[in-house]
């Protein structure tokens, strides 16, 4: 199983991107999955996660601006991000709790994805 993280890039301060990350191999289920980021410098954080029933829940300083998302089949999720600030600035790695076809329950980071928000 593996998780590839895309949609990073360089934006203004207030623009918006999307990043996707798209779990592939031999997936039975999904559960949850979630978005994290780290700045430099700092620790890796949590911005958002999401059920697979499609329950979103957001750290409290990215409520309003970020938007978590999934396909289920597509094993794909989203973050939907807005009016980018300067602070927002970081690689973003997406994590997933999946059950492979043969084997147990284990979680999954992606490689991350590198978000400048720099005018």
């Known amino acids: 199983v593996q998780l590839q993280a895309s949609g990073g890039g360089l934006v203004q301060p207030g623009g918006s991107l999307r990043l996707s990350c798209a779990a592939s191999g031999s997936i039975f289920s999904a559960s949850t999955m979630a978005w994290y980021r780290q700045a430099p410098g700092k620790q890796r954080e949590l911005v958002a996660t999401?059920?697979?029933?499609?329950?979103?829940n957001y750290a409290d300083s990215m409520k309003g601006r970020f938007t978590i998302s999934r396909d289920n089949a597509k094993n794909t999720v989203y973050l939907q991000m807005t009016n980018l600030k300067p602070d927002d600035t970081a690689v973003y790695y997406c994590?997933?709790?999946?059950?492979?076809?043969?084997?147990?329950?284990?979680?999954?980071w992606g490689q991350g994805t590198l978000v400048t928000v720099s005018s």
């Open positions: 999401i059920s697979n029933g499609g329950i979103p």
């Open positions: 994590w997933a709790s999946i059950l492979p076809v043969r084997g147990q329950w284990d979680t999954y």
